[in-house]
């Protein structure tokens, strides 16, 4: 939202959050495991995980994400902090854009990841969601004008996952 007084602008914007769902034809227990690990969840994604620390349990469970765009290298540590059995996955990282050749990083804010397993007719619901917290100014606005291309990335990977999670039912069957 712009805010206009006179000839001053002031920009308001709340922190960005990003969703998406997908059905799966697989029961929510079988979904729930394959998202225990990160590595599932972005295998095939242009974010790669270049190394993870599994938990049993999940809380506590960390992996270390990367990326190229651009003239910029995108690192994201991120850590499992909610884990309810067949429910809800909750992760959050710190996203550091560096710009390659000059060695300048920054902080893009701390993103969390809330992802929701619901039953729905024969399977699962599953709700990805992203919500952006501590970001400087310029991000938001950034996260605001590439709406789109979130959200295709967004649909990409939860496509992915429906159907690594659906082959995985099909086989333990």
Do not use: N
Not at 49 to 76: C, K, N, S, W, Y
Not at 104 to 125: L, M, Q, V
Not at 159 to 165: E, G, L
């Amino acid at each position: 939202m712009i805010v206009a007084s006179g000839l001053r602008e002031v920009i308001i914007l709340s922190d960005p959050t990003h969703e998406g769902s997908v059905l799966i034809d697989a029961p929510v227990h079988s979904v729930f495991d394959y998202c225990l690990d990160p590595r599932r969840i972005f295998a095939g994604d242009p974010m790669k995980v270049v190394d993870a620390t599994l938990i049993p349990e999940g809380v506590g469970t960390t992996a270390h994400l990367t990326d190229r765009m651009l003239i910029f290298v995108q690192d994201v540590p991120i850590e499992y902090i909610e884990v309810v059995p067949d429910q809800r996955i909750v992760f959050e990282g710190d996203w550091r854009m560096t710009i390659k050749r000059l060695g300048i990083g920054f902080s893009a804010g701390i993103h969390s990841w809330t992802w929701s397993f619901t039953p729905e007719d024969e399977g699962t619901r599953l709700t990805m969601r992203v919500v952006v917290h501590k970001s400087p100014r310029w991000q938001r606005l950034l996260d605001r004008m590439a709406e789109k291309s979130y959200s295709k990335q967004i649909r990409e990977r939860l496509a992915r996952i429906k159907a690594a999670a659906e082959e995985q039912a099909a086989t333990a069957s």
